[in-house]
């Protein structure tokens, strides 16, 4: 099917319709309101990574707690994110968004907590990643399925960009922010992680007073009881189309070989020798290298050819990790990690605008938790699957092998899914 004229306009020509677009998008203050929201939580969440990631490894030199800090939040993600998908398909979304954020100000609460009483046992910290997981569960398919809710269905893939591009502008500033707040903290007042977790406090009580004065958006009614059989809608929804589930089965797989993020804290004390400012700038390299591609991608959205664009892009980010774990120079490394943000935000924007339009709006939610149940299990459990490889055989192999079995994958869906590879076009937004 055709995309929307928008969309096709902007794609064409990158500039008058492309303007035009941009500004009906921002146009609509509700969904300016959600983007800031979102932009901030984002903003706080990296910051996060960047502390816990430092503090658990500064306690303890065991890449496996790195990879336990990702289980820790997995476990209660998986066990609660269909929930979410339904919670999100019966209730108010903005309300669930804001309640999923409440649980997060606990968990940063649980981890200010632990900082100050000077503890040196980590498990509160996997107490706090649990509760950020439970959140996760349910803020991360609801916010999938709420954008499509705040603009016109034409002015959809606009601003799937644009909070694309907020997205990574986010997790540009977030890392560096927590890197400079954290070094700031420890250089004055020997509390590094503790600034970073009283700032991460502060702007989750901005985006919760955000999100509430956003107007309420509800699903269709629904009155069909609960039952695993409309629990599991999402799932048999994803099953029957193969395009919408080899894009995100091919995620999973991609980022839960081929991810290094969990392992930055190591490399950069023991591998490249620089501090929390230079893991900061590490684990923001992939922002920018996604930021500018989501840039790209919002000026000339991809409207040809979107399946083969995906496998390009999770090739990339496959063969760019290689380069990482086998690199000894910072500059190179950072290069790299440029690279694989580069190659995940291609694959990452075909995969959302496919999973959103391709889905009715009655069960958006519960299709987005499926969804959001693949990306978390390749990113929290992928960081557990990097921190056991390297605790055998030693950071750089666990990353140059989990690169290469990245690219395996890619081969492996070329051949298994040959719907997406043809896949040309995206379904129409007004169809839906």
Same mark, same amino acid.
């Given at each position: 099917?055709?995309?929307?004229?928008?969309?096709?306009?902007?794609?064409?020509?990158?500039?008058?319709?492309?303007?035009?677009?941009?500004?009906?998008?921002?146009?609509?203050?509700?969904?300016?309101?959600?983007?800031?929201?979102?932009?901030?939580?984002?903003?706080?969440?990296?910051?996060?990574?960047?502390?816990?990631?430092?503090?658990?490894?500064?306690?303890?030199?065991?890449?496996?707690?790195?990879?336990?800090?990702?289980?820790?939040?997995?476990?209660?993600?998986?066990?609660?994110?269909?929930?979410?998908?339904?919670?999100?398909?019966?209730?108010?979304?903005?309300?669930?968004?804001?309640?999923?954020?409440?649980?997060?100000?606990?968990?940063?609460?649980? &981890?200010? +907590?632990?900082?100050?009483? =000077?503890?040196?046992?980590?498990? *509160?910290? %996997?107490? /706090?990643?649990? !509760?950020?997981?439970?959140?996760?569960?349910?803020?991360?398919?609801?916010?999938?399925?709420?954008?499509?809710?705040?603009?016109?269905?034409?002015?959809?893939?606009?601003?799937?960009?644009?909070?694309?591009?907020?997205?990574?502008?986010?997790?540009?500033?977030?890392?560096?922010?927590?890197?400079?707040?954290?070094?700031?903290?420890?250089?004055?007042?020997?509390?590094?992680?503790?600034?970073?977790?009283?700032?991460?406090?502060?702007?989750?009580?901005?985006?919760?007073?955000?999100?509430?004065?956003?107007?309420?958006?509800?699903?269709?009614?629904?009155?069909?009881?609960?039952?695993?059989?409309?629990?599991?809608?999402?799932?048999?929804?994803?099953?029957?189309?193969?395009?919408?589930?080899?894009?995100?089965?091919?995620? &999973?797989? +991609?980022?839960?070989?081929? =991810?290094?993020?969990?392992?930055? *804290?190591? %490399?950069? /004390?023991?591998? !490249?020798?620089?501090?929390?400012?230079?893991?900061?700038?590490?684990?923001?390299?992939?922002?920018?290298?996604?930021?500018?591609?989501?840039?790209?991608?919002?000026?000339?959205?991809?409207?040809?050819?979107?399946?083969?664009?995906?496998?390009?892009?999770?090739?990339?980010?496959?063969?760019?990790?290689?380069?990482?774990?086998?690199?000894?120079?910072?500059?190179?490394?950072?290069?790299?990690?440029?690279?694989?943000?580069?190659?995940?935000?291609?694959?990452?924007?075909?995969?959302?605008?496919?999973?959103?339009?391709?889905?009715?709006?009655?069960?958006?939610?519960?299709?987005?938790?499926?969804?959001?149940?693949?990306?978390?299990?390749?990113?929290?459990?992928?960081?557990?699957?990097?921190?056991?490889?390297?605790?055998?055989?030693?950071?750089?192999?666990?990353?140059?092998?989990?690169?290469?079995?990245?690219?395996?994958?890619?081969?492996?869906?070329?051949?298994?899914?040959?719907?997406?590879?043809?896949?040309?076009?995206?379904?129409?937004?007004?169809?839906?």
């Amino acid at each position: 099917m055709e995309p929307s004229t928008a969309s096709s306009a902007a794609a064409e020509d990158g500039s008058p319709a492309d303007r035009a677009s941009l500004r009906a998008v921002l146009a609509q203050r509700d969904f300016r309101r959600y983007a800031a929201a979102r932009f901030l939580a984002t903003v706080t969440w990296q910051m996060l990574g960047v502390a816990v990631g430092w503090q658990v490894y500064d306690l303890t030199r065991d890449p496996l707690d790195l990879g336990l800090v990702g289980l820790a939040q997995f476990l209660p993600f998986l066990a609660l994110v269909l929930p979410g998908g339904q919670a999100a398909d019966r209730h108010d979304r903005r309300a669930v968004l804001a309640f999923a954020y409440a649980t997060e100000v606990l968990a940063v609460a649980v &981890l200010l +907590a632990f900082t100050l009483s =000077g503890g040196r046992e980590t498990w *509160p910290v %996997f107490v /706090a990643m649990a !509760l950020v997981g439970a959140g996760r569960a349910f803020w991360m398919p609801t916010g999938q399925a709420m954008v499509v809710n705040l603009v016109p269905p034409p002015l959809f893939p606009r601003a799937a960009a644009f909070n694309a591009t907020l997205f990574q502008l986010a997790i540009i500033a977030g890392p560096a922010l927590g890197g400079l707040l954290y070094a700031a903290g420890e250089s004055h007042a020997g509390a590094g992680a503790a600034w970073v977790y009283a700032s991460a406090l502060a702007l989750l009580a901005v985006v919760i007073s955000q999100l509430m004065r956003v107007r309420p958006v509800r699903p269709p009614p629904s009155t069909a009881p609960h039952s695993w059989h409309e629990l599991s809608a999402g799932l048999r929804f994803v099953f029957s189309r193969k395009p919408v589930l080899g894009a995100i089965s091919l995620d &999973l797989f +991609a980022v839960l070989f081929g =991810g290094a993020t969990a392992l930055l *804290p190591m %490399f950069a /004390a023991d591998i !490249l020798h620089v501090g929390p400012e230079g893991l900061g700038l590490l684990r923001t390299a992939p922002g920018i290298g996604a930021a500018v591609t989501a840039v790209l991608l919002a000026r000339r959205p991809i409207s040809r050819h979107a399946g083969r664009w995906m496998f390009g892009g999770v090739a990339v980010f496959g063969a760019a990790t290689v380069v990482f774990g086998a690199s000894t120079s910072f500059w190179l490394s950072f290069v790299a990690l440029l690279c694989v943000g580069a190659g995940d935000m291609v694959s990452v924007f075909v995969r959302h605008l496919l999973v959103q339009l391709e889905t009715p709006d009655a069960i958006r939610g519960r299709v987005s938790s499926v969804s959001a149940m693949f990306i978390g299990a390749s990113n929290e459990l992928g960081e557990f699957e990097s921190g056991l490889t390297a605790s055998w055989w030693g950071p750089v192999p666990a990353v140059v092998a989990g690169g290469l079995a990245c690219l395996g994958v890619v081969g492996v869906y070329l051949r298994l899914f040959p719907q997406l590879r043809r896949l040309d076009r995206f379904p129409d937004p007004a169809h839906r």
